[in-house]
């Protein structure tokens, strides 16, 4: 019996060395851990700095990269922010060429650029065509040359509850909204890793953010658009990729007639000559993410922090977030926005 106590003794005391950080390699371990911990908060400082001037400095006197000669090609610029997009790059020199499932939408959009004495290119896509992605981007390297900036800004909704979509919309609004990005990303990217220099936006939405009424469809593929731009930023900064930016943008309701019916409470629907404004000016920066209005970006911690109770108590009661898309007339059609 003295014998087995012995033993028992014996095995437990092996174990406990064997979780004690005694060897080099362990030692190393920690000491890396600690060493990195240590930059990392002293970086953070420096970088928290950093953001409070870049933000402090207006617009005005800041260094923004030039565009002027970049070809930039926005997707969904046959109407809405993508023709305010258009032309505002037009004016800063860069040359502009434009996707969109419409052709009456495009010639609008070209005749304005035009008619200020710009040059642009424009293209008719279905962009929940795989393949006439695909054919389009072959086409405006042949005819245009080398993407620099790639604006992913097409989009659709079609409004409805889970129960009332078709199934054919859901598929459509998946097409559009994200799995275009894909396709547009992997025609493109490759040149601006080739060249060292390249910039991909992609259009969420402040949906992308927080689950939207009547938005099954298009709040998911926003909220995948997100996980598409963090993951690809990643993957960026992995490989040292680090000339080649990427910015996600997530605007709040704009007045464009793809939300037509809805009636915010607190804020009113931003105009899309403003986002086009602001989209651009965050291009310039290099800036990582883009959120307008900027107060949103406050409310977005809420909903991990409070019960699950107080935040549906805050978007029923406070804000009307479902009542305000009762009246969404939604569209039967793909809308660009």
Not at 3 to 22: F, P, R
Not at 312 to 330: A, N, T
């Amino acid at each position: 019996m003295k014998e087995l106590s012995v033993n028992s003794a014996y095995k437990t005391l092996t174990m406990l060395e064997g979780t004690k950080i005694n060897s080099p390699s362990q030692m190393a371990s920690v000491f890396d851990i600690a060493k990195d911990t240590v930059l990392f908060l002293v970086l953070s400082c420096y970088y928290i700095l950093e953001s409070l001037f870049w933000t402090l400095v207006p617009n005005a006197i800041r260094p923004m990269k030039s565009l002027k000669s970049d070809v930039v090609l926005v997707t969904g610029g046959g109407g809405g922010v993508g023709r305010h997009l258009a032309l505002k790059l037009a004016r800063l020199g860069a040359k502009v060429v434009v996707w969109d499932i419409s052709k009456e939408g495009l010639q609008k959009t070209c005749a304005a650029v035009i008619d200020e004495g710009y040059e642009i290119a424009s293209y008719v896509v279905d962009l929940a065509d795989r393949s006439a992605v695909y054919l389009a981007a072959e086409k405006v390297k042949r005819e245009v040359g080398k993407v620099d900036v790639l604006i992913n800004n097409a989009g659709t909704v079609f409004g409805e509850t889970l129960l009332d979509l078709s199934d054919n919309a859901i598929e459509t609004t998946y097409k559009v909204n994200i799995l275009s990005h894909y396709w547009t990303v992997k025609a493109f990217l490759p040149e601006m890793i080739n060249t060292g220099k390249g910039h991909i936006v992609t259009v969420g939405s402040v949906a992308g953010l927080l689950g939207t009424y009547r938005c099954t469809d298009y709040s998911a593929t926003k909220f995948a658009t997100v996980g598409f731009h963090e993951s690809l930023f990643t993957e960026l900064r992995a490989h040292g990729h680090n000339t080649i930016h990427a910015t996600l943008v997530c605007p709040y309701y704009i007045n464009t007639g793809m939300f037509d019916g809805v009636t915010p409470r607190l804020m009113p629907m931003l105009e899309p000559d403003y986002v086009a404004e602001t989209m651009i000016d965050s291009i310039r920066k290099n800036e990582v993410n883009c959120i307008m209005p900027g107060s949103v970006r406050y409310l977005l911690p809420l909903k991990c922090l409070l019960p699950a109770k107080m935040c549906w108590d805050l978007m029923h009661r406070v804000m009307k977030g479902p009542q305000s898309m009762m009246e969404f007339k939604g569209k039967p059609k793909a809308v660009t926005q």
